[in-house]
Structure formats: C-alpha cells, structure tokens
C-alpha cells in the first residue's frame, strides 16, 4: 500500500513548525534552521497551474475517450465493446501508475479518471449483455471500487468519488422504491433525501479540523460546502404535495421508517468518524432541518420562520467556522446568509414593491448589502489569523 505524506506543501510545513515550537518540541533556534532549509530548498511539488491543467485535461479526456467509444459503439460486436470497456478502465490505472515516477499530480489525475472509466464500464456491460438487473446496484459496485482505490491509493479524489457515489446509491435506491409520483398527503417522503443530504453535507463539511487539514479532508469539506447549498435550497418545498388524489398510493410504513433512519443515521456515523464528540453540529442541522421540513411555506408566517431558520443555520455556521477557525464555515455562512435574504426580497417583497421599485431596491440591496457583508466577512476571516497567532 503506498503511504502518503500528511505534510504535502510548504504551507502545511510552516504550520508544522510552528506547532512544533508552541508545543515545546523545539527551540525558537531550531524553528528558525528548519524554516529557512525549508525556504531554501528547491520545490518538488506540482504547482497550481500544472494542476488545473491536469484536472481540466483529466476531464478533456475521459470524455473524449467516451464520446470516441459511444460514436462506434454500434459498429462492435458485444464482447468487443465488453473488451474496450474493460481496456479503458485498464489503460488509465497503468497510466496512472507509470506516470507517478514524473509527477505524482499526473498519477492522481490518471487515476481519478480510471475511476470515472469503471463507472461508465458498469453501466454500459449491463448494456452490452442486456443484463435485467436492479439499476442502482450499478452505483453501489462502483462506490465499491472507488472505496478499494482510496484504501490502495489514498488519494484526495478517490476519496471523493466514495463520498459522492455512496450517496448516489442510496438516493437511487430510494427513488426505485418511491418515484415522485406516488406521494401520499402526510408523510413527506420527498422530505427524507434533501434532509439526509443536508445532514450528510455538514458531516462532510465537519472534516476538516485544527491542525488536521489533510488534502482529502479539505477536499471534502469543500465537497460538503458545495452541496450544502444545493441540498438546501431544495428542503424548504420538499415536502409540498404535488400530486392528485388518484396518483397516490400508501407507503409501507417499515420502509418510510428506514428510510429516515438512513438519512438521520449514516451522516451521524459519518460525522462521529470524521470528528468523534465534535461532531455534534450535525445535530443542530438536523434539528434545524426538521423545523424547515415542518413549516409550511404557503402559509405566510410559517414561511417567514423558514426564512429565520436558514439565517440562523447561516449564522450557525459562522460561528461554527470561528470555533474551529474554518475559513470555510465562515465564508459560507456568510454567503448563505446573504443568499437568505436574497431569496426573502424576492418571495415576500419584490412583487408588493411592483417591477420597477422593486428592481431599484434589489440594486440598493446588491450593492449596500454586498458591501456590508464583504465587510463583515474581512473582519470575520481577520479574526481567525489574529487567533491563529
């Protein structure tokens, strides 16, 4: 199994150093020797420009190579398409592994794309064989591959690929059980996967910790920021009946209960993986989560206090960042509470206002408040360098 250092970049010795000289372990005379060896000494790593290229033809490629295969799919015989397939998966992990003696970024990229290969190879030999399988179970096979990569490999985009595709399989499990249509008044069942991907995206969000930013946890952590937004936005009118009365049909009680206790369960397991005891926050954001699911935004009040919710979670997750000086925390709670209020001028505002005033104050409200909470987000983030010293 190769091992890979946590200390990857000269940010993260730094850092090293100087918890090193605020625990004691060396004198102010040897931190100085061991910063300027560091200084000296010429860079090894890849730097960030080589990277964007890397990920960007990372993902040039692995869709040139599928648009490539799907143009003359039809002119291949069945085992011949099985035998790209399995020749695609094949060729970017012996890439990846040939190339980690030039570049360990270009080895990273390579693999990451054998990864994205094996999920296409999933799909499409149950294509090839017109296998009558259960569909999701595609996505848990290749969850499964991606969980082996990151244990062999260790890298940062292995690791995302499980926390996505994981996900995907439960969600897709879920929707094979119960498609939108057959919604029944009362039960909110299209409650329960926005509530579990907001639970699940704080406990990503949670990954980073004092002095334990490794790559792969800040990888997550921005992973959990991007779809905390998404998942989100879409809880508020998750549980709004959207159906007429002759397309609903009971749901089995046993399987709405596990249900709820996968989304409410696997982001506590996750959560107590990632942080043990400090993960509780994931706790307030199912609570506040249930509040939101509760609320109905059809009637006013109920909607005004959905509003107060998600300032509150925004908030939240300001202070949150201040505890555990995340930048992170704090530049999206910052914009989710901006992104809160956006979305109260526009829903209670706007249309008493009428078009023209209500354009007039949404420029006011863009420019002062963007201002403002440029502002607050600048003495936000100075605080955490001022606590960091």
Sequence with gaps: MRHKPIIKSPNDIQRAIARWSEAGLIDAAT??????????????????????????????????VFLFVSA??????PWSRFAIV???VAAFHIGAALGARFS????????AVGTAALGAGIFLSGQIFNLQAHWPEAFLLWALGAGVAALLLRDWPQVLWVAILAPAWLVSEWASNFPWYRAISGEAIES?????????STAYLAATTRGGETPWRQALARLGAVCLILAASGLAGS?????????????????????????????????????????WPVLLAAALAAIVIALDPAITWQRLCIYLVYATGSVGLVGWGLLDRQRLRVNLGVLGFVLTVLAFYFSSLFDMLGRAVGLIG????????????????????????????
Excluded: Y
């Excluded at 749901?251 to 206790?261: F, I, K, N, R």
């Design 239 to 279: 549980g709004q009946e959207l159906m007429v009365e002759a397309q609903r049909q009971p749901v089995p009680t046993m399987l709405l209960t596990v249900g709820w206790s996968v989304a409410l369960g696997l982001p506590l397991v996750v959560a107590g993986w990632l942080r043990r005891a400090e993960g």
């Design 86 to 88: 399995l020749a695609m």
């Design 362 to 389: 949404m420029g006011l409200l863009c420019i002062l408040g963007g201002w403002l909470a440029e502002r607050i987000r600048r003495r936000l983030i100075a605080r955490l360098g001022e606590e960091a010293q």
């Design 192 to 200: 329960v996967v926005p509530f579990g991907l907001v639970l699940l």
């Design 104 to 111: 360990e970024a270009l080895a990273t990229t390579l693999h």
């Design 72 to 77: 003359n799919w039809q002119d291949l015989s």
């Design 31 to 64: 931190a100085g020797r061991l910063r300027a060896h560091e200084t000296a000494r010429k860079p090894t790593q890849t730097g960030r420009m080589a990277v964007l290229a890397f990920g960007f033809g990372g993902l040039l490629l692995a869709a040139g």
